[in-house]
């Protein structure tokens, strides 16, 4: 089998597809959004989907080189400070004519061009703003509407729609559907999204498990943004306040150690956790305060009569327990922020707190002991963005409750005119606690019990990119998993290459050691736990060829090795040929085969699926088998448009997949979803 598929990857290396359309932009984020995510093993922690949000969304509202301030430039993926202060810069002295133009900024070559170009536009300066606002001209102009209905379903029946509702099985139907009406104008932004998990019920247009919508009026003069309803809030680099997703360690070596907060922003995502509901309004000019309210409902496992566990973040409610659960608990939050904005840099005063209608319990495992519990937590901390030379450094640090603090300091600087370097302390006390954050670091979710030291190199020479981290890290309390201090170090390095304007390539490894537990039977008959080592390497050559705008295709191998702490080996395998397709201006092809062999679920591999719009798909692929999918793509008409998916994993031999009441009888899991997309 795997002889046979390694001569279909050089029988299509060579193809040659006549050109029919150009690469369109989507298709630029969409390359972008693969790179971005297809080295982060996510789970429902990451808030992946939000972040598919926020750059598809950036796609469709990119910023005015002409306009934006500094802190809207910053949220383009690749620009740093230094390069949002010398794009102002030169603005003053010239307004953009083309968006080509900002390729004359120091530190933006081709590369980067591409990688911005999605999220940037030129236009006239911002509105003036006396005697406009009872015009309705000012409120509707430059007006765009966006409607989506999207449909999805696992083919194969789950043992969940077999079981009666008695017995514990799912209420609702095997669709999972999602709706989602936008308006926007300069000034003014309305948005509804409705989502249907599969198994939830849905007996009418009004009632959808997950309902978000908000009112928002933006660029308004000093008045920069009034929320009322749903919205995110990203402050500094996330150990006080961040909501929406961040980007952690991956391929992008030099600025991942630092965030570019995002601010207030409405919220869009069909996430069902990690975000606001309220009001909140971002007012001033050079300088900004930010507050914001919010009163929101959450669903959490019951534990006494007037306590509870840590609320889920899963928003499932489709069996009778989860639905008596749903809702049962009320968090109110309260806070703001204060944002200075310097010749030297950016500084911020952030702090907030939140409070619980009902006692927050933890869990009982030693590795919670520093978990959240109470009813009640508060956080204020400082950060900073500042110029030091030819430097960048950033900078937290942040006080919770219980006396503790969290902080990190880094720097991003250029050695000469090939080569960059970052490096990056942090320290999160295990006592630490702000349920609100989201750091940098090797563990998700909140910054807390975790020190680490990062170390990250880029070097230009000719073709080649060179690039390499390394990140040790330490916990003093325990973690999950393990009931002593432990710690670790994650090595990663990459080789890019582009040998001709078709062809490119790179090679990347990834080497992580880690502690972990493991138990024995000690000489008295008894079960002893002990400390060990782990090791998982991974190592992928991946191959792009793209004779034309409208044709391409590549090619992947990746090996896994893990090593446990008993010296057991456990082997991954992946191959994979991916194949892009402009068949006509309006059709456009994404399909792959994969093939996979792994010994265990701890020799997982991971890909990046490209999916219908909003839709993160990122798959953890595990035994011996096979995938593959195929996404279409239709221009119906300039404003209407129409996606397909359908994808398949079988795994051979088996006669069961999942477990629970996602279990399916067989050896195949089908995924169809469809669709549609109306723009004006």
């Known amino acids: 089998m795997v002889k046979r598929y390694l001569f279909l990857i050089v029988t299509l290396a060579f193809v040659h597809v006549s050109t029919l359309a150009q690469d369109s932009t989507s298709t630029k984020v969409r390359d972008q959004l693969e790179k971005t995510f297809e080295d982060f093993d996510l789970d429902e922690n990451n808030n992946g989907e939000q972040l598919i949000y926020f750059l598809q969304e950036l796609e469709n509202n990119p910023i005015n080189l002409n306009s934006a301030e500094i802190t809207d430039l910053l949220q383009i993926p690749g620009v740093t400070y230094i390069t949002a202060r010398l794009i102002i810069e030169y603005r003053v002295k010239k307004p953009f004519e083309t968006i080509e133009e900002v390729q004359k900024i120091s530190g933006i070559g081709l590369t980067t061009y591409e990688k911005i170009s999605p999220y940037i536009t030129i236009g006239n300066a911002?509105?003036?703003?006396?005697?406009?606002?009872?015009?309705?001209?000012?409120w509707f102009n430059n007006t765009g509407i966006e409607i989506i209905s999207r449909y999805q379903q696992t083919i194969e029946e789950q043992e969940g729609f077999k079981r009666p509702d008695s017995l514990g099985g799912y209420t609702g139907n095997p669709v999972k559907y999602y709706q989602r009406f936008k308006f926007q104008s300069n000034h003014l932004s309305f948005n509804l999204t409705q989502e249907k998990d599969a198994g939830e019920t849905l007996a009418g247009p009004t009632d959808f498990d997950f309902n978000s919508i908000h009112l928002a009026l933006v660029d308004n003069g000093r008045l920069k943004k009034l929320i009322i309803g749903d919205y995110s809030l990203s402050f500094g680099q996330g150990l006080v306040v961040w909501s929406g997703g961040a980007f952690g360690k991956g391929r992008e070596v030099i600025q991942s150690i630092g965030r570019n907060e995002r601010g207030l922003k409405p919220y869009t995502s069909a996430q069902e956790s990690?975000?606001?509901?309220?009001?909140?309004?971002?007012?001033?000019?050079?300088?900004?305060?930010?507050?914001?309210?919010?009163?929101?409902?959450?669903?959490?496992?019951?534990?006494?009569?007037?306590?509870?566990?840590?609320?889920?973040?899963?928003?499932?409610?489709?069996?009778?327990?989860?639905?008596?659960?749903?809702?049962?608990?009320?968090?109110?939050?309260?806070?703001?922020?204060?944002?200075?904005?310097?010749?030297?840099?950016?500084?911020?005063?952030?702090?907030?707190?939140?409070?619980?209608?009902?006692?927050?319990?933890?869990?009982?495992?030693?590795?919670?002991?520093?978990?959240?519990?109470?009813?009640?937590?508060?956080?204020?901390?400082?950060?900073?963005?500042?110029?030091?030379?030819?430097?960048?450094?950033?900078?937290?640090?942040?006080?919770?409750?219980?006396?503790?603090?969290?902080?990190?300091?880094?720097?991003?600087?250029?050695?000469?005119?090939?080569?960059?370097?970052?490096?990056?302390?942090?320290n999160y006390s295990g006592q630490y606690v702000s349920i609100l954050g989201d750091g940098f670091g090797e563990s998700?979710?909140?910054?807390?019990?975790?020190?680490?030291?990062?170390?990250?190199?880029?070097?230009?020479?000719?073709?080649?990119?060179?690039?390499?981290?390394?990140?040790?890290?330490?916990?003093?309390?325990?973690?999950?998993?393990?009931?002593?201090?432990?710690?670790?170090?994650?090595?990663?390095?990459?080789?890019?290459?582009t040998f001709s304007r078709t062809l490119s390539g790179y090679l990347l490894i990834r080497n992580e050691s880690k502690d972990e537990a493991f138990e024995?039977?000690?000489?008295?008959?008894?079960?002893?736990?002990?400390?060990?080592?782990?090791?998982?390497?991974?190592?992928?050559?991946?191959?792009?060829?793209?004779?034309?705008?409208?044709?391409?295709?590549?090619?992947?191998?990746?090996?896994?090795?893990?090593?446990?702490?008993?010296?057991?080996?456990?082997?991954?395998?992946?191959?994979?040929?991916?194949?892009?397709?402009?068949?006509?201006?309006?059709?456009?092809?994404?399909?792959?085969?994969?093939?996979?062999?792994?010994?265990?679920?701890?020799?997982?591999?991971?890909?990046?699926?490209?999916?219908?719009?909003?839709?993160?798909?990122?798959?953890?692929?595990?035994?011996?088998?096979?995938?593959?999918?195929?996404?279409?793509?239709?221009d119906i008409s300039g404003n209407l448009e129409m996606s397909l998916k359908i994808s398949r994993s079988v795994i051979e031999d088996a006669q069961i997949l999942s477990s629970g009441l996602n279990e399916i009888k067989g050896d195949k899991r089908t995924q169809f979803g469809a669709q549609i997309r109306y723009k004006f």
């Open 520 to 634: 024995i039977v000690n000489d008295a008959g008894r079960q002893e736990e002990r400390t060990g080592t782990k090791i998982r390497s991974s190592y992928r050559i991946q191959i792009q060829h793209q004779p034309t705008p409208s044709f391409r295709s590549r090619s992947r191998v990746e090996w896994i090795r893990v090593n446990s702490s008993q010296n057991d080996l456990e082997k991954g395998f992946l191959i994979y040929q991916d194949v892009r397709l402009n068949v006509s201006k309006k059709l456009l092809l994404d399909a792959r085969f994969t093939l996979f062999d792994t010994d265990s679920f701890n020799a997982r591999v991971y890909q990046f699926e490209n999916d219908l719009r909003y839709v993160l798909s990122n798959v953890a692929l595990n035994d011996r088998g096979q995938r593959w999918y195929v996404l279409a793509k239709y």
């Open 444 to 497: 998700s979710g909140t910054p807390q019990n975790e020190r680490g030291v990062y170390i990250g190199l880029k070097h230009q020479v000719s073709k080649f990119t060179l690039s390499t981290y390394v990140d040790q890290y330490h916990f003093d309390a325990p973690k999950s998993g393990i009931q002593s201090p432990s710690g670790g170090i994650d090595v990663l390095g990459m080789i890019e290459a």
């Open 126 to 138: 911002k509105d003036r703003f006396s005697n406009l606002y009872s015009d309705p001209k000012y």
């Open 274 to 426: 990690n975000f606001f509901r309220g009001i909140a309004a971002t007012i001033g000019d050079t300088h900004d305060l930010t507050i914001f309210y919010s009163n929101i409902p959450q669903t959490a496992s019951v534990v006494g009569s007037d306590s509870v566990r840590f609320p889920s973040s899963s928003g499932f409610h489709r069996t009778t327990n989860e639905i008596n659960r749903r809702d049962n608990v009320h968090q109110t939050t309260v806070g703001g922020r204060l944002r200075f904005n310097s010749l030297v840099g950016l500084f911020g005063l952030s702090a907030y707190s939140t409070h619980f209608d009902a006692t927050i319990i933890k869990g009982n495992s030693i590795s919670n002991q520093h978990d959240f519990e109470g009813r009640t937590n508060s956080v204020i901390g400082v950060d900073y963005r500042a110029l030091v030379g030819r430097s960048l450094v950033i900078g937290e640090l942040a006080y919770s409750d219980y006396d503790a603090f969290a902080g990190l300091i880094g720097v991003e600087s250029s050695v000469g005119n090939l080569t960059d370097i970052a490096i990056q302390y942090r």
